[in-house]
């Protein structure tokens, strides 16, 4: 909580403590007083480095000994005002106590301790008085609000229940100052922040083109060379003037020719008379002076240098390949064709300390510019380098100069060597001997001149009473300060009555356990149901999966009827699980509802096609009223809304023996923006008692045993229906006379879809699909499970590999190449969670599909998978459909040709007729007589109608006859005759003529194939 410049702070609780424990134990402790202090100060001021300095120590026992005489001194003074062993019950006492051991004492540590740090120069004087009165400030406010709690706390004159009154709400309110602190002071932080990385950033990218200026400038310097046949010490001299008067960052440009060991005599002879008569090609030796350059193959000596001067003409014909550091650039230059830099150096001519510079080359190759000898890299023929010379205290300064007011410090260093090889800092000598503490800090890498580098910017401390650190202290500081007088109030006015609050907290805790055990209770029972869904629904995938490959052989129709009812078993178990378990769900408040567009309609077509065999069964009719002026796109829920659907019908086909079914939805506002409908399920069954119609939506509840028995089920469809329809913000209702019929309907306030959004819909037409050269991993340590699922992802023409254990599909996916993983997440071995997990950990895997199987179906498990690094899930039993949009989903790349089920489905569906055959037994003969009987009159009262204009006959014929055809699985037949009903319906008779054409060829067709099938029969 310390301010900038970081060496006090303006709320010091020790004070408070140590004025609080020396009242009331003593002078006894002034030693514990002092070593408490100095050890808390010299923490604070080592930060983790690996050494304490002596600076340190001493600053810390001098500010140990102030402590120590402050709290001395105010025990003395509140001795002396006889407010010895007072209980701070009356405001005078509280007052003089506040006055005496904050306001007064507190002068004492505040002055001694700013005057140690500035005499150890840890402070300087201009930042003297600022520290000393945020110490000052700190060490009041501290004493005042902890040092009453102290000695009340400690005090045995005084009750616990006080202790409570005043400890317990000082605390809570410290608390929130405190969180109030800290939370301005993040906030503020976060301001300053914000504009130190702009500072920063901007920084950081003058610097980055100021040196991209200078490599600009040795390029112009190469190009000129590679325009010249050769380049004279005069044009060299002309030409670099202008660059050096623009870059004053660069110290010299510089020619260094490649001169073998056999030029080397007259390239000296040459020197000496151009330059001078001493010149020779030099280098450094042991002892770092400069002496005339052993023999050796080849020397790049310097040999043109501008500016040049008195002290640089005696270092002419240095050669830079005999140091290594100037070597190594030489190399990366010559081999890449690219500007190569030095690591750091310090010049021949550079006198101050701990500033350095580089040297940038440039190759200059044989031929220069010509195209036919101007080769580049290992192979290419090297003729000298220009050169620049950069110290980067110059390139740096005029950057930063309007910055350093701001706070702003830079370092730069060299990453390859090492990060702590500074190249350069911008902060003073004393800064760095201190290890300046930042406010804020950035890095930026900076790759340059076949060098990496890190940028490094510090804000550093900027003191007065306009910074940062002094406003958040203000709100500290008045926070406190409001605590205090908080305090002294609840000083004054508790009481000693205790006991009603004793006994509160007491059922408080009772109340908490409670709850803990009834939380216990919840999870308990969570987890048992998802663990029993896991259970039951792994052989369930196995058995659902077994009677959907059956029904798929060759059988006889009692072999068909054998896997139907298996199916249908399973199928019932599968609905009283997923019961069970959404009552969980709603109940645990983990449900949640999607808001997506789809197509009302087709769905309620659909919930009703789901029920029209079993409809069939029972000979009741079952049809759909849908109003034409309900919306078809809304957006909502379209799973819940059809479990909602299927649940009631599901209920009116259970208790309907005879008569009809009606699904009615019926527009009761439609606005432009949403639609207020009427969604109706009516029966002609059993019906409800009046008694029991709240009963029916209770868990676990039927009208009676003996319907439980007659009817099975789980008596949770109905109170699911409902919560459903809660969280949707509706309700249903019942109207229903037992013996007569029943009538479900609810409202919905559902947001209209734009009509042209379509890839949102809740029932698509489904295609056949082929993936061409799809391979496959399959995870799953059920065998009946390989078995299924295998089949079912064969049925697509897919490759598949099994794998009965993570560890073996991780060993198979690093083995072999798939496009797509199927993984069970409870396996042995390893799971599939931590086999996903493992799988992730390899880059190489990122983009590998992994689709999570699991059993279980509670407590967002999609989510837990997710986490693992699934991308999709899926839920056992394993769905033909859901498998198949998964597959669409994720394989879209490997698809082959798609086949539209709408386009080339059979004039009759020959599963419908299965099913009808299997249910009907000996009858099913004499039902295709009847249809095709009824049929041919059905025709002859469409006839009829279309001669007399008659709508309502129309209507009637056409409804019958579509609902027939339906029946036997004439699907096209079925879909003229509803064009037909309901264009009846509204009136629109014109088209009815041609669709009547349409009906007389397609019955003509699906006539010609029932007799055949009578005549096979």
């Known amino acids: ?168 709400p000082l605390l809570i309110i410290f608390i929130c100052v405190i969180g109030l602190f800290q939370a301005s002071e993040k906030w503020q932080k976060q301001q300053f922040y914000g504009e130190f990385s702009r500072e920063s950033f901007f920084v950081f990218n003058a610097l980055e083109r100021t040196f991209l200026d200078y490599v600009q400038a040795l390029q112009a310097l190469q190009s000129f060379y590679n325009s010249s046949q050769e380049v004279s010490r005069d044009e060299f001299r002309s030409f670099t003037e202008g660059f050096l008067e623009k870059n004053p960052g660069i110290r010299r440009l510089i020619w260094v020719p490649r001169v073998r060991d056999e030029e080397r005599l007259a390239f000296e002879q040459n020197g000496r008379a151009q330059i001078e008569e001493t010149f ?111 110290r980067l205290q110059d390139v740096i300064e005029p950057i930063l100069k309007k910055w350093q007011s701001r706070g702003l410090v830079l370092e730069l260093y060299n990453v390859e060597v090492n990060k702590k090889d500074l190249l350069y800092t911008s902060a003073t000598r004393s800064a760095v001997n201190k290890k300046m503490t930042a406010i804020f800090e950035e890095e930026f890498p900076l790759g340059l001149f076949g060098q990496e580098w890190i940028v490094r910017i510090l804000k550093a401390p900027v003191t007065g009473l306009v910074g940062p650190g002094f406003i958040v202290g203000i709100v500290l500081a008045s926070g406190v300060i409001f605590t205090a007088l908080l305090g002294a109030f609840l000083l004054v006015i508790t009481g000693r009555a205790a006991e009603i609050e004793h006994e509160v907290s007491l059922r408080t805790a009772e ?29 369930l995938t196995g058995i659902i999966g077994m009677a959907a490959l059956l029904r798929r052989t060759r059988l006889d129709n009692q072999g068909v009827h054998y896997a139907e009812t298996i199916k249908y078993s399973a199928d019932a178990l599968l609905q009283i699980i997923d019961d069970i378990l959404d009552f969980s769900k709603i109940e645990a408040g983990k449900l949640r509802l999607e808001n997506v567009p789809f197509d009302l309609h087709k769905l309620c077509k659909k919930v009703i096609e789901l029920f029209l065999i079993r409809a069939w069964e029972k000979r009741v009719e079952m049809k759909l009223e849908y109003d034409p002026q309900c919306p078809a796109l809304v957006i909502g829920d379209p799973g819940r809304i059809r479990q909602v659907l299927f649940n009631l019908c599901s209920n009116a086909i259970k208790f309907t023996d005879k008569g009809l079914i009606t699904l009615c939805v019926r527009a009761e506002l439609v606005a432009p923006r949403y639609a207020l409908l009427k969604i109706a399920v009516k029966d002609t069954g059993i019906g409800v008692p009046e008694k029991k119609h709240k009963a029916i939506f209770e868990k676990f509840d039927q009208v009676d045993t003996s319907t439980s028995r007659k009817y099975g089920g789980t008596g949770l469809g109905l109170a699911i229906t409902r919560e459903l329809l809660n969280m949707m913000g509706s309700d249903i209702e019942i109207q229903s006379q037992e013996g007569v019929g029943s009538e479900f309907s609810f409202f919905l306030r559902l947001p209209l879809a734009s009509e042209d959004i379509k890839g949102r819909e809740a029932i698509d037409e489904k295609v056949e699909l082929i993936f061409s050269g799809g391979k496959v991993l399959l995870a799953e340590d ?45 396996m042995p071995v390893l799971d599939g969670y931590a086999a996903t997990r493992k799988l992730r950990e390899d880059k190489a ?44 989903k994720w394989l879209s790349h490997k698809l082959g040709d798609k086949k539209d089920k709408g386009m080339k489905k059979e004039i009759i569906d020959e599963m419908m007729l299965t099913k009808l055959r299997v249910s009907t037994g000996d009858r099913f003969s004499r039902i295709l007589e009847v249809y095709l009987t009824e049929g041919d009159r059905h025709l002859q009262t469409l006839a009829e109608g279309l001669e007399k204009h008659d709508a309502k006959a129309l209507e009637f014929a056409a409804h019958s006859f579509k609902t027939a055809s339906g029946q036997l699985g004439a699907a096209k037949l079925q879909t003229i005759l509803e064009k037909i009903e309901g264009q009846a319906l509204a009136g629109a008779l014109t088209e009815i003529p041609a669709l009547y054409e349409e009906v007389k060829v397609m019955f003509a067709v699906v006539k010609t194939e029932i007799e055949q099938l009578l005549r096979s029969a």
């Open 280 to 390: 020779a090609i030099k280098e450094r030796d042991a002892s770092g002076d400069i002496v005339k350059a052993l023999s050796r193959k080849e020397y790049y000596p310097v040999f043109y240098a501008e500016p040049l001067s008195n002290i640089i003409i005696p270092n002419m014909g240095f050669d830079l390949a005999s140091e290594e550091v100037r070597y190594q650039a030489l190399e990366r230059a010559r081999i890449t064709g690219k500007p190569a830099a030095t690591e750091k150096l310090r010049f021949f001519s550079e006198k101050e300390e701990n500033q350095y510079g580089l040297m940038l080359v440039l190759p200059i190759y044989k031929g220069h510019g010509n195209k036919d000898n101007s080769s580049r890299g290992e192979d290419a023929v090297i003729e000298g380098f220009v050169g620049a010379t950069y």
């Open 782 to 826: 059920n065998m009946v499970n390989q078995e299924v699922i295998g089949t079912f992802l064969r049925n697509y023409d897919l490759e598949v590999v099994i794998a009965s254990d993570g560890q073996e599909a991780l060993e198979k996916i690093k083995q072999e190449k798939f496009d797509l993983v199927f993984m069970d997440c409870q």
């Open 1 to 168: 909580m310390a301010i900038p410049p970081g060496y006090a702070t303006v709320f010091w609780p020790a004070s408070g403590f140590a004025l609080g424990f020396v009242y009331h134990f003593g002078y006894r402790i002034l030693p514990g007083v002092w070593l408490g202090s100095a050890a808390i100060n010299l923490f604070s001021s080592f930060k983790g480095l690996p050494y304490i300095e002596p600076a340190q120590v001493i600053n810390a026992c001098l500010i140990g000994v102030g402590a120590t005489i402050q709290a001395a001194l105010g025990v003395i003074l509140l001795r002396a005002a006889n407010l010895k062993n007072t209980k701070l019950e009356s405001p005078a006492s509280i007052i003089k106590f506040l006055f005496l051991g904050g306001v007064v004492s507190c002068l004492v540590a505040a002055s001694w301790g700013v005057t140690t740090l500035v005499f150890t120069s840890t402070v300087t004087t201009e930042n003297a008085f600022f520290s000393w009165a945020t110490w000052y400030t700190g060490d009041v406010l501290g004493v005042i609000v902890f040092s009453p709690l102290t000695i009340l706390v400690l005090s045995s004159a005084v009750q616990m229940k006080r202790k409570v009154q005043v400890g317990l």
């Open 511 to 539: 109340l908490k356990q409670a709850q803990i055990r009834a939380e216990e209770a919840a999870l308990i029972k969570s987890e048992f149901l998802a663990n029993m869904s896991h259970e039951i629904r792994t052989p």
């Open 845 to 888: 895997f990122d983009h590998l599909p992994v689709i999570a199987i699991t059993a279980r179906a509670m407590m967002d498990d999609r989510q837990v998978c997710v986490d693992a690094g699934m991308n999709d899930y899926l839920s056992k039993p394993i769905n033909e459909d859901e498998l198949r949009d998964m597959l669409e």
